[in-house]
Structure formats: C-alpha cells, structure tokens
C-alpha cells in the first residue's frame, strides 16, 4: 500500500509542474513562497488552539491541513520526504 504522505507529495508535484486550473495547491504557488511559509504558520496555530480548546477531532484536522501545507512548502523548496525521513533517522537514538 503507498504510503499517503508520499501520495499526496506526489500529487502536490504534479499540480506545481502542471498548475491546473482549478487547483488549490496551483493557487497557492501562484501566491509565492511567503504566502505558504504564512499559511504553514497559521495552520500551526490552528492545532495549537484546537490541541487547547477544540477537542481531539478538530487536532486531527487541522493536523491534516497543517502537513498538507508543509508538504507544498517542502516542495516549493525543492525538498523531497526522503530528505526530511534521513534527518528524523539521522536522530533517532
Ligand atoms: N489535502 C489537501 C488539503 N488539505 C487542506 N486543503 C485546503 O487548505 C485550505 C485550508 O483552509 P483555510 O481556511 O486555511 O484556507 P482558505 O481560506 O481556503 O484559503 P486561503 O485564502 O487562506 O489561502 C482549504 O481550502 C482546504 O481545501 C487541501 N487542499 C488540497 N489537498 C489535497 O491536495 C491534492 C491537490 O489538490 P488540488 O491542488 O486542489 O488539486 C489533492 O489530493 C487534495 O485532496
């Protein structure tokens, strides 16, 4: 079964290579690397505020929207989940 970080990474890919009418992930490339980094800060946020008042399903989903951002993030820098994989690995005690 694929892994769905890694599915999602390769959606997100095609959608910055192809930058398809209609697309969210095209939307936001289209407003700069800034305008994620921002975006990837307020979905932090988010999950802090739902991790302190909202319950455990709203930590779920703003969890969910917090990575799907950071992976547009790590693709618009041209970083690859693997990259990110070997660092926790390099760590990892
Ligand atoms: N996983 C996601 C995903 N998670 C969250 N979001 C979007 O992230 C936004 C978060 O909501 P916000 O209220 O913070 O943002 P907003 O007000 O809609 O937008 P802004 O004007 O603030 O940027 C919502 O519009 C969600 O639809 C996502 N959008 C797309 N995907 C997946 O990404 C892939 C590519 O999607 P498209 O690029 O839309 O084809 C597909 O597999 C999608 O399922």
């Known amino acids: 079964m694929t892994d769905v970080l890694e599915e999602l990474s390769g959606i997100i890919a095609q959608r910055l290579r192809e930058m398809p009418e209609g697309s969210y992930t095209a939307s936001l490339a289209k407003k700069g690397k800034g305008y994620v980094a921002r975006k990837v800060g307020e979905e932090a946020v988010e ?40 660092e926790l690995r390099r760590r990892m005690k």
Do not use: K
């Open 47 to 86: 999950v802090v505020v739902a991790s302190l008042s909202e319950g455990r399903e709203r930590v779920v989903s703003e969890t969910a929207d917090l990575i799907y951002h950071l992976l547009v993030l790590l693709a618009m820098e041209g970083i690859s989940l693997d990259e990110v994989r070997d």
